[in-house]
């Protein structure tokens, strides 16, 4: 029996939750897996599992070996990295991701200028805008936008983007801008709900948190095809401030209610706490930040004039 991996097929089944999610999550079958946890029980002379409707939960023997095994994987991975010179250069495997079209405006560029910078290390970039989980992910630093939940991950903040909402000018031609969140439901509207459900959109007004009403005219599920839309003249559009930078510099979309404007969004870079932070790792970090910081700063929308 290979003690190292039915260690990990235990921990996995221990952070699924199930043994099944666990061998989704490891690729292998769930025969596999079971196989392994009981073979590994079976050498301990010692139930680690107690197997229930509910899922699974550890005996007190199996909480106390998974606290171990978890330390003793982590010392064979620190090992390992210090072998392999992460900690004397940079160099090595880096996982990042991003949302997708905030990754390909401005995180790809810093990427590739990293790379220049660093021939020993290599990136795997995942755009994708569903929330990826550091551990189930294999992800060592991601970029999030938005308020961060209290989970213990270091972040370093590189900027903000706002949330605004714009219109083709041959939309505000026709129909007007409007003046006040409440005027949102004579409009048309571009959202991401059902058009079969009204919707709103939340405000802010000399610092009270407010919400437009709309029943929209046509919803979308991605921004792109939205912002296609806006720029066709189909309606109002609400985005992040990056995703219309282009648009509203060229004037094929205008900004509107920018005097209710919710708070903005705060932007980081957010990576796992390590014992000693490997070299490719904390380069990224200082390599990116400030490049990141100017990107935002360079890319802030100007205010449309009174």
Not at 24 to 41: F, I, N
Not at 91 to 115: C, K, N, Q, S, Y
Not at 272 to 293: E, M, N, S, T
Request: hydrophobic share 45%; aromatic share 6%; glycine share 6%.
């Amino acid at each position: 029996m290979d003690r190292f991996d039915a260690i990990a097929m235990l921990i996995a089944a221990v952070d699924a939750g199930s043994l099944s999610k666990a061998s989704r999550r490891l690729g292998l079958p769930l025969a596999t897996v079971s196989r392994k946890v009981a073979d590994l029980e079976k050498h301990l002379r010692a139930a680690l599992l107690i197997r229930s409707a509910k899922g699974l939960e550890l005996t007190d023997a199996g909480r106390a070996y998974v606290e171990a095994a978890k330390a003793i994987l982590e010392q064979l991975h620190e090992a390992e990295r210090a072998a392999a010179g992460e900690y004397t250069e940079p160099r090595g495997d880096l996982i990042i991701t991003a949302p997708v079209m905030f990754g390909r405006l401005h995180l790809l560029p810093t990427v590739t200028g990293f790379l220049e910078a660093y021939p020993d290390v290599a990136v795997d970039l995942k755009l994708t805008d569903r929330i990826t989980h550091f551990l189930d992910d294999q992800i060592d630093v991601a970029l999030r936008i938005g308020a961060l939940p209290d989970s213990g991950l270091i972040a370093t903040r590189v900027g903000e983007v706002r949330h605004v909402v714009c219109a083709a000018p041959a939309y505000l031609a026709t129909h007007g801008a409007p003046a006040t969140p409440d005027e949102l439901a004579r409009h048309r509207v571009i959202s991401f709900e059902s058009v079969s459900t009204g919707g709103a959109w939340p405000f802010r007004q000399n610092g009270v948190a407010r919400t437009g009403a709309f029943r929209s005219r046509l919803s979308v599920n991605t921004i792109d095809a939205a912002l296609d839309a806006g720029r066709a003249g189909a309606g109002l559009v609400r985005a992040l401030s990056y995703q219309v930078n282009e648009d509203v510099r060229a004037g094929r979309l205008r900004l509107v209610l920018e005097d209710f404007e919710a708070a903005p969004r705060p932007v980081h870079l957010v990576y796992a706490p390590q014992g000693r932070l490997p070299l490719k790792l904390r380069a990224f970090i200082d390599f990116a930040v400030p490049r990141l910081r100017d990107r935002l700063t360079r890319a802030a929308l100007p205010a449309t004039p009174p």
